[in-house]
């Protein structure tokens, strides 16, 4: 099973401080980049893999979807999903993404949201994705970024003239990371861009759209964090097509 550090409850109450936690898909800047690339909601089936809390969920049944089906391997996750949903046409159900099981031409749309760098078998996490994806169907998921996830000590390096840089180390050498975040021992898998890309070719996809993402002056301006973004893509989002 893929690693569960969401159910740590030490873990799981520094999540919930989060601003993503709090105010869901509109406290995420990514989320009008990833929202753009996404079909029009109206009469489709719907699966979000590492659904967390369950905010596209609601979003996507709010824009007219027929079905969403809410996949994530935390039971935390899904008490905190289930408590603050009342769509009747969603569904939550543990799952570990590392060993899918849907029904074969089953949905229009597949989405996920910063969880699959956890996954070790991508490519066969994909390979189950595209049987279960009816044909013209589409795939949106955003990931971090293969340079943020290079660091084996994520972090900014400040030199002698307070200027910072983020390490890039071994971005050749794909595999398990350890990291830092929230806690010690977080574990994610490193891949560089073109074996994620070429992953998805090879698994049938077409490749619709790609973005390296990073904000915009408007974004930095209305929070001024966000200007480390510009220095480093921390998110890459992906569209394709089976």
Known sequence: MSQNIYDDPAFFQRYSLMARSINGLDAAPEWP???AMLPPMQGLTVVDLGCGYGWFCRWASEQGAQSVLGLDVSKKMLEQARSTTSNRNIRYRRADLEHLDLPADSFDLAYSSLALHYIKDLPGLFANLHAALKPGSHFVFSIE????MAPRTPGWITDAEGRKSWPVDSYQLEGERVTHWLADGVIKQHRTLGTLLNTLIATGFSIRHVNEWG??????TAQPALAEEWERPMMLLISVQR
């Open 33 to 35: 980049a990833l929202k």
């Open 215 to 220: 904000p915009t002056d408007a974004e930095v």
């Open 145 to 148: 970024h293969p340079i943020f």
